[in-house]
């Protein structure tokens, strides 16, 4: 149980499109889910805190109108990088945390976004 | 602020050694989680181990040990006669439980070389 699927696993885009990535929770509920970008050879970087029905938080520094973050269901997060650029060419790794119960995350196996 | 620190950037051994990962922590909550995570070079976290900061057992699950030392804020992990597969880059994180803080503080990560 408690897997966290993330799609899609790669992407390229050119620069300025914007970008869509899912994180669906597939056998739980998630009313948190978590978005991190790790940079090459860098660790995972806490972006957002994703809720379900209300708005995201955001990390300082974070940028809320480039990395749009919906969490319309409770299996169901999207990140949208907006109008991207080179420099925004990470890894996205998402997490979910059960509606309930001890301190569980489970993470999603990411998101390589690549932009040209 | 919580921090977590692995001074380790990158430790290279022949297969067979032990080897141990150094992680310290900083937090001001009494009640917290701290985890291990294997990150593969495919980019998946892979979920090694979560210990409360009342259980200060140490653990063992084959040839994965972990040191959990509250008065020094460490909680080092230990992997004995190590593999190739054991290659990977590993991360120590911290979640603060008490203020609902789910999400993780990681590491910066350490790189993890096993020569055969």
């Known amino acids: 149980g408690a897997v966290v699927s993330q799609h899609p696993s790669r992407v390229i885009c050119k620069s300025g499109t914007s970008v869509k990535i899912e994180c669906r929770s597939l056998d739980f509920q998630a009313t948190t889910m978590f978005w991190y970008r790790q940079f090459p050879k860098q660790s995972l970087m806490l972006m957002a805190t994703s809720n379900e029905g209300s708005k995201a938080t955001y990390e300082q520094g974070v940028e809320k109108d480039k990395f749009l973050i919906n969490h319309a269901s409770l299996t169901l997060s999207t990140l949208t990088v907006t109008s991207a650029h080179p420099e925004d060419s990470s890894f996205y790794i998402c997490?979910?945390?059960?509606?309930?119960?001890?301190?569980?995350?489970?993470f999603g196996a990411g998101s390589r976004l690549t932009v040209l | 602020a919580q921090k977590v620190t692995q001074a380790q950037t990158e430790i290279s051994v022949v297969e067979k050694e032990d080897v141990t990962l150094d992680c310290v922590y900083e937090t001001r909550d009494t009640t917290y989680y701290l985890f291990w995570y294997k990150q593969p070079p495919s980019g998946e976290l892979v979920f090694l181990i979560r210990r409360n900061s009342f259980d200060e057992q140490n653990e063992i699950s084959g040839r994965y040990s972990w040191n959990f030392q509250k008065s020094t804020s460490s909680f080092n992990f230990t992997i004995t006669a190590s593999q190739v597969v054991d290659s990977a880059v590993y991360f120590c994180a911290l979640s603060e439980a008490q203020r609902g803080r789910r999400a993780l503080t990681f590491g910066s990560g350490t790189r993890l070389q096993v020569q055969p």
């Open positions: 997490s979910a945390s059960r509606s309930s119960g001890a301190n569980v995350l489970t």
